[in-house]
T-cell receptor, first 111, second 112 residues
Framework: SQTIHQWPATLVQPVGSPLSLECTVE??????LYWYRQAAGRGLQLLFYSVGIGQISSEVPQNLSASRPQDRQFILSSKKLLLSDSGFYLCAWSVAAREQYFGPGTRLTVT | QKEVEQNSGPLSVPEGAIASLNCTYSDRGSQSFFWYRQYSGKSPELIMSIYSNGDKEDGRFTAQLNKASQYVSLLIRDSQPSDSATYLCAAPFSGGYNKLIFGAGTRLAVHP
């Protein structure tokens, strides 16, 4: 069966510090991978998605970036965090244009 | 702009009642729909997928799709306090790109 991991689970970072969040998927090959952000009490905002290694599409211009160095690994990064980057970061996977399955998420607080 | 609309709620129902959650969408090309449940502080969990007009039942959950009217609903029978959560409706973006468009979610509160 497929499993998706995200770490860390929680993170508190000062403004201006770098960020690296990692997501890995097990049990499937060549999945589509997604990064979402959910601000407190708000809906899901799609940040990036990837249909293959090295292929990244950005949905929202911002100070975040994503990379997919391996088939089942997706990384979200920032060089300098802003207060507005605080939120619940969710990684998800899917096969083709079908249902997505979410990881447990990382709660980021920028102070 | 492709959109999925949901009433934000909260929808409050007594324990044992039927909860009815609704979702409308603007993209006539959407062929499938998904319902997710999100408990406070947790990630969304897929609970139902529906691909054709009509009803699909899974335990206490029934998803209903009406493509002509462009709405999809989720019925929860015999609602339990443990069903209290935010329910998200999602549809694939028909322009491709393997994306889902999510509604903002409806908060359901089931009270004893």
């Amino acid at each position: 069966s497929q499993t998706i991991h995200q770490w860390p689970a929680t993170l508190v970072q000062p403004v201006g510090s770098p960020l690296s969040l990692e997501c890995t998927v097990e049990g499937t090959s060549n999945p589509n991978l997604y990064w979402y952000r959910q601000a407190a009490g708000r809906g899901l905002q799609l940040l990036f998605y990837s249909v293959g290694i090295g292929q990244i599409s950005s949905e929202v211009p911002q100070n975040l970036s994503a990379s997919r160095p391996q088939d089942r690994q997706f990384i979200l990064s920032s060089k300098k965090l802003l207060l507005s980057d605080s939120g619940f970061y969710l990684c998800a996977w899917s096969v083709a244009a079908r249902e997505q399955y979410f990881g447990p998420g990382t709660r980021l607080t920028v102070t | 702009q492709k959109e999925v609309e949901q009433n934000s709620g909260p929808l409050s129902v007594p324990e044992g009642a039927i909860a009815s959650l609704n979702c409308t969408y603007s993209d006539r090309g959407s062929q499938s729909f998904f319902w997710y449940r999100q408990y406070s502080g947790k990630s969304p969990e897929l609970i139902m997928s529906i691909y054709s007009n009509g009803d699909k039942e899974d335990g206490r959950f029934t998803a209903q799709l009406n493509k002509a009217s462009q709405y999809v609903s989720l019925l929860i029978r015999d609602s339990q306090p443990s069903d209290s959560a935010t329910y998200l409706c999602a549809a694939p973006f028909s322009g491709g790109y393997n994306k889902l468009i999510f509604g903002a979610g409806t908060r359901l509160a089931v009270h004893p």
